[in-house]
C-alpha cells in the first residue's frame, strides 16, 4: 500500500470500530486489573477504560526496568548554563521511589495535590513521576508566572504541597522565584508546608515551621514506602491550566488511563517514537507539550528524552543545532515561535553542525505559516528530512489533527496542520451548526470523546459543558474554539481562534492568513495582527512586525510590507496601522496572545497578561506589553 492507503485504511479502522480501536491500543500497556468497558459516554462527560486499574508512573519508570532496560538513558537534562544530568531507567526510577517516599513522609497521599512551580529539571520531573506514582494529583505551575496567576492555580487545584525552586534561569539571568512564592502562599490558606530547592548560595526569605530545603524534604524518605499505587483508570494523574490565550484559565484534568493511552499512541503513531530514539521537545514542564512529549510519552516508549531549561538562542543562536548534535538527537518537536525565531538568525548558524542524526522535526503551538515551515525545511535542514506540523490542545492531552509520521507520511501541505488522526471524528461547521463547503471557513468540532480529551474542569464542573459541549445549538460536539476550513483532500486549514477572525466589509479573514502574509516578505521574521473597529468597513488590521536581523523599520519598508500584503490577500486586507517592535505578546507554548494586541489597539485592560513568555517573569511581561503601548502611543 502506498502512504495514501495505509493512513486511509489507519483511520477507517477506528472510525468503524472505534471502542475495539482504542482497546487494541490499551492492549499494548500494562494493566493491574484490565476494563470493564472501554467507553462510556454519559453526555457531556465520559469515562474510559472503566474498571481499568494501572498507574502512570508506573509504566513509564519501572515497567521498563522490570523488562530489562534498566540500562537505557530515560533522561537527559541541560540548561542554557552548560549543566547536563544523564539518568538511566534504573537511576530514575531510584530517585522516583526517594522522592515518592518522601513525599508520604509529608502526609501526601492518594487524591492529594501538590503543586509544583520549578523549571525543566530532573528534580522536577522526578518530582512528577513520584507524586503520580503513589497516587498523588500534581498541578505544573510555568515558574515564570507571577504571585497572582500562581496563586489563583494553587487555591483552584486545592494543593497541600507546594514545590519550588529559589531561582530559575532565563537568558543568562537567575530570576527569582521565592517572593513570588511567599506572595502566592500568603493568599492560599490551604498549603500546608512549601519545599525549595536552592540553586544558588545567599539569603532567601524563609517561614520557619512551613518551609523545608529539598535535602530535608528528601530525608524524610526514611521509614516510610516507596510502593506504588494501583488506580482506577479514571482518576486525575495532573491537572494543568490552559495555556493563557484567553482571559480566565482553565484546569483541565487528565487521567491514569485515557490519557496513558492516547499520549503511547500517538507517540508512536504522530512521531514515530521508539525505544532507539534519542528525543528532543523544546517545551517547557509547565505545559501539556511538556507533560506529554518531555516526559510521559517518550518514558512510556521506552525512548532517552532531554529536557531542557533556558532560551533556546542562549547564549548563542547555535544553541538548539549544538544540542542536536551533541546528543545525537534523532526527532525534534518544537514550536513556530521558535522556528520563527530561529529564522530571524539566518540559516548560518545551522551549517555550523551536524544535524544527520535528527530523522523528523514537528511543530505545534500555532500554525507553521508556510514561509517559516520552508526556510526550516530547506534553509536551515538542506530538504533533507521533513518538518511536519500538526495541532491540539491543553484539552485534548495529544495530537488531533497531524501527518502520521509513525503511520506514513502524507504529503506535506505548507500552512495545513494535516488531516485528522486515527479516533478523531472532526467536523467543519458553521455557529449554528450548518455544514461548509470544502475551503469555506467554519468552526473545527469534534463529534465523539477519544481517550485524551478531558472529561471535566477541575474545580469547575458546570464550566465543562458550556465551555466546550453546549457552544453549538442543537449539537452534542466539542467546540474547539478555532476558525477552520478543510480542503477537498481532507487537510485542515487552521485560521486562528473563531472570535479573533477579522470582519472587513462583510468578509472574514484569519488572523493566520494575514499574518502569513506578512512572513512572505524577507524582513519579516514574526507578525501578530488583531481587528480594530473601523466605521466605514467594520473592521481593519492593525498589525505588529518584528523584523530579521539586518532589517531597521523605515517609511520605505512599511510600504513594501502592506505592498506584499496586498499582492497576497488582496485589497480585502486592509491594514489600518503597522507598528514595527521587538517581541511579540506570546505565551510559553508559542502561541500568541492576540487579545493582549487588541487590548494596545483598543487602550484597555489586557486581563492575566501572567503568562507572556518573555525573559521569563512577569515583571518583563508587563514591561513587553507597556512596550507595545508607547509603540502605538508613538504612532498616533
Known amino acids: 500500500m502506498n502512504a495514501l492507503e495505509k493512513v486511509t485504511a489507519w483511520r477507517k479502522e477506528a472510525t468503524d470500530d472505534p471502542e475495539g480501536f482504542w ?116 498541578i ?148 501539556i507539550v511538556g507533560h506529554s512529549y518531555i516526559i510521559f510519552g517518550p518514558l512510556l516508549v521506552g525512548c532517552a528524552t532531554i529536557a531542557y531549561e533556558g532560551a533556546i538562542d542562549h547564549p548563542d543562536a547555535e544553541t538548539s543545532y549544538r544540542i542536536i548534535e551533541r546528543h545525537r538527537v534523532t526527532g525534534a518537536f518544537t514550536s513556530p515561535t521558535a522556528v520563527r525565531l530561529l529564522m530571524r538568525y539566518g540559516a548560518a548558524p545551522a551549517k555550523q553542525h551536524d544535524l544527520g542524526s535528527l530523522e523528523r522535526v514537528f511543530c505545534a503551538g500555532e500554525v507553521l505559516n508556510a514561509p517559516a515551515w520552508e526556510w526550516f525545511q530547506k534553509e536551515a535542514l538542506g530538504d533533507r528530512i521533513p518538518v511536519i506540523d500538526h495541532y491540539w490542545q491543553t484539552e485534548t492531552g495529544g495530537p488531533i489533527v497531524g501527518n502520521p509520521y509513525g503511520i506514513a507520511l502524507l504529503p506535506i501541505k505548507p500552512g495545513s496542520g494535516g488531516v485528522p488522526l486515527a479516533g478523531i471524528e472532526a467536523e467543519v461547521m458553521t455557529t449554528e451548526g450548518g455544514p461548509v463547503a470544502a475551503g469555506e471557513k467554519g468552526i473545527f468540532v469534534i463529534t465523539r470523546p477519544f481517550p485524551g480529551l478531558t472529561a471535566r474542569l477541575w474545580a469547575e464542573p458546570e464550566r465543562y459543558a458550556t465551555d466546550y459541549w453546549d457552544k453549538i445549538p442543537g449539537k452534542t460536539v466539542y467546540f474547539t474554539g478555532d476558525a477552520t476550513s478543510m480542503d477537498a483532500d481532507g487537510y485542515v486549514w487552521f485560521s486562528g481562534r473563531a472570535d479573533e477572525i477579522i470582519k472587513i466589509a462583510d468578509h472574514r479573514i484569519g488572523t493566520i492568513e494575514v499574518e502569513t502574509a506578512f512572513l512572505r516578505n524577507p524582513a519579516v521574521a514574526e507578525a501578530g495582527v488583531t481587528g480594530r473597529p473601523d466605521e466605514l468597513r467594520g473592521q481593519v488590521i492593525s498589525a505588529f512586525v518584528v523584523l530579521r536581523q539586518g532589517h531597521t523599520p523605515s517609511a520605505q519598508l512599511k510600504l513594501e510590507l502592506l505592498a506584499t500584503v496586498r499582492r497576497e490577500l488582496g485589497p480585502l486586507a486592509v491594514i489600518g496601522e503597522l507598528n514595527f517592535v521587538d517581541m511579540l505578546p506570546k505565551t510559553r507554548s508559542g502561541k500568541i496572545m492576540r487579545r493582549v494586541l487588541k487590548a494596545v489597539i483598543l487602550d484597555k485592560d489586557p486581563g492575566d497578561i501572567s503568562t507572556i513568555e518573555d525573559e521569563g517573569s512577569v515583571e518583563e511581561a508587563r514591561d513587553a506589553w507597556q512596550q507595545l503601548r508607547n509603540v502605538v502611543a508613538d504612532r498616533s
Not at 522522592?99 to 487524591?111: E, I
Not at 517561614?207 to 482518576?235: K, M, P
Request: charged letters at 25%; aromatic letters at 10%; one cysteine or more.
Open 140 to 287: 505544573v505551575i510555568f515558574a515564570g508566572f507571577g504571585s497572582g496567576a500562581l496563586g489563583e492555580r494553587i487555591r483552584l487545584a486545592g494543593a497541600k504541597v507546594l514545590f519550588a525552586t529559589d531561582v530559575t534561569y532565563r537568558k543568562g539571568k537567575d530570576v527569582p522565584l521565592k517572593g513570588i512564592v511567599d506572595e502566592a502562599v500568603a493568599a492560599s490558606p490551604g498549603v500546608e508546608r512549601v519545599v525549595i530547592l536552592r540553586r544558588r548560595s545567599g539569603d532567601i526569605p524563609w517561614t520557619d515551621g512551613r518551609d523545608l530545603t529539598w535535602e530535608a524534604f528528601l530525608a524524610g524518605a526514611e521509614g516510610q514506602s516507596d510502593t506504588h499505587v494501583e488506580l482506577e483508570s479514571n482518576e486525575p494523574a495532573f491537572i494543568l491550566a490552559t495555556s493563557g490565550t484567553t482571559a480566565k484559565p482553565k484546569l483541565a484534568v487528565h487521567t491514569h488511563g485515557g490519557y496513558q493511552v492516547y499520549v503511547y499512541s500517538m507517540a508512536k503513531w504522530m512521531f514515530g517514537l521508539k525505544p532507539t530514539d534519542v528525543w528532543w521537545s523544546t517545551s517547557d514542564i509547565g505545559w
Open 23 to 138: 482497546g487494541r491500543a490499551a492492549e499494548e500497556l500494562r494493566w493491574s486489573r484490565k476494563w470493564d468497558r472501554v467507553l462510556d459516554w454519559q453526555p457531556p462527560t465520559f469515562r474510559w477504560y472503566e474498571g481499568g486499574r494501572s498507574n502512570l508512573a508506573y509504566n513509564c519508570v519501572d515497567h521498563h526496568v522490570l523488562s530489562g532496560r534498566g540500562q537505557a538513558t530515560a533522561l537527559i537534562t541541560e540548561n542554557e548554563r552548560g549543566e547536563t544530568r544523564t539518568l538511566t531507567y534504573a537511576e530514575l526510577l531510584t530517585e522516583t521511589k526517594r522522592a515518592s517516599a518522601a513525599l508520604r513522609g509529608l502526609g501526601v497521599g492518594t487524591g492529594d495535590r501538590i503543586a509544583i512551580y520549578m523549571p525543566t529539571s530532573a528534580e522536577a520531573i522526578v518530582l512528577m513521576l513520584a507524586a503520580i506514582r503513589i497516587g498523588a494529583v500534581i
